[in-house]
């Protein structure tokens, strides 16, 4: 939403998708608020480890980061070892439609050099434990000590995925 907006008169239409294709019918109309916009400081929280994405609970234990050069073809691999305690809080289904988790890797200039995204179902899914997660081929000329990895939420629109930041992990 743009700053301007004030979520004063913000509504939420729902609208009969099995009607004919030239009229929908009206289902009803709800009244909806704006979530408080953050403050620049307060954009990824680093005083929870707790992130809420409800079902779910998942909490970060620790984490670390490491590189490695492949001389072949002059490309750094980069690892995150994170140690996750996933929870859910409700016994609600969830299909591959609902909400991933991604690790984005963040360089010193502010530059995504690369991400991976897990699910809460299905193969590859988020699980209590360690996990490691990959950045691989990334074309840099120089190792990044000031690393960060940034931690999204991220939901399926019809107009494309969308991303909200949820924590940034630094190094």
Known sequence: MPEWETGNNLALHFFDAKSSSSYKRSLGTF???LQERPKPDDAADTTTDVLQLYPFKVGINNY???TSF???DFTYSYQLKVDLQVDRTDPVVVDQN?????FALVDGRGRE?????FGF????KLASG???IDFSSIKTDYV???MTINVYEVIATPSGESRRLLKQLKQ
């Open 70 to 72: 492949n001389k072949g």
């Open 121 to 124: 179902t299905g193969q590859n």
């Open 98 to 102: 609902f909400s991933k988790l991604e």
């Open 31 to 33: 009244k909806v608020a």
């Open 130 to 132: 360690v996990q490691y």
């Open 113 to 117: 050099l690369g991400s991976q995204a």
């Open 144 to 146: 990044d000590t000031d």
């Open 64 to 66: 670390s980061v490491s």
